[in-house]
């Protein structure tokens, strides 16, 4: 294949992801592995947020309602004003480690200090006793602490944990969607993890 053709068909296929591939790497003489040969087109990349009713939840707001959905990795948040928020996160890297049920934000920490949990020092001798408010910090630059020891709503500073399994319970956000979050987030504030 040309030099030419190949490039047309990397700048087509990344511009048109969702088209079938088939027909035009024919067209060009170009054969493809197995799995991109279909003809049916298909969508490689579907978010898997959806909205949800917080009265699917609670019987009512109180001082506002938190749903973090462990499934499609997104956190819901409905204020007493209406206000109706939708966030990415990073949830548990296992069922084990995933808590659900409800709780509730006890306290909100700005620039946070991380202590490991005592199974996570189990499970890795070298973690540190404690890790100051920095970029090194786990916790980012803002956490809402759960009724629950040990669990957290927390930011990041390694944006690549946001949508994956990554973290030991908590539910991470980035760091500029944490912020946003805790300054609408009252103490008491009502939280479920489904």
Known sequence: MSD????????LGLATPFLGRAAFAE???????DELQSSVATRQNISSFRRIDWREHFDSLGKGAIVADTVSRALHYWGTDGTYKLYPTSVPISD???????TEVIKKVKNPT???TPSMRE?????PV???AGPQNPLGVRALYLSWQYYRIHGTHDTRKIGRRSSD???GLYNEQIIDL???VAVGTQVKLI
């Open 169 to 171: 319970g908590c539910i």
């Open 123 to 127: 499970r890795d001798p070298s973690l």
């Open 96 to 102: 084990e480690l995933t808590r659900r049920g409800y």
């Open 114 to 116: 991380w202590t490991p």
């Open 130 to 132: 404690t890790v100051p």
């Open 4 to 11: 030419m053709k190949r490039r047309r068909f990397l700048a």
């Open 182 to 184: 805790y300054d609408r």
């Open 27 to 33: 067209e060009i003489g170009l054969t493809l592995p």
